[in-house]
């Protein structure tokens, strides 16, 4: 059993700033990509960012410059920095993560946590 739990959305202005954290807790054997999705009304979801284990980002155009993902591997975390938020941000923020675990060692799944909402005031 793995569990993704995120934390840190709430309500900002535009120009403000939030960090997110996603946990992963149970029976991990291996984490490999990590990333951040968001969905906003009427849209699909989106990719935001993603890090591999090495620590390898890439980023959605429409964030660049303005958020930072990175990872505490030994916390199986992964963080959120966002900066100069914008209204058009306002979205329900997904972590999501490749995960090997004991029980289905050679298997990697994709997990998802209950997402968070961020809202950004103009």
């Known amino acids: 059993q793995v569990q993704l739990v995120e934390s840190g959305g709430g309500l900002v202005q535009a120009g403000g700033s939030l960090r997110l954290s996603c946990a992963a807790s149970g029976s991990i054997l291996v984490i490999s990509d990590m990333g951040w999705y968001r969905q906003a009304p009427g849209n699909q979801r989106e990719l935001v960012a993603g890090i591999t284990s090495g620590g390898s980002t890439n980023y959605a155009d429409s964030v660049k410059g303005r958020f930072t993902i990175s990872r505490d591997n030994y916390k199986n975390t992964v963080y959120l920095q966002m900066n100069s938020l914008k209204p058009e941000d306002t979205a329900v923020y997904y972590c999501?993560?490749?995960?090997?675990?004991?029980?289905?060692?050679?298997?990697?799944?994709?997990?998802w946590g209950q997402g968070t909402q961020v809202t950004v005031s103009s």
């Open positions: 999501n993560a490749a995960i090997t675990t004991w029980q289905a060692r050679g298997v990697m799944s994709d997990y």
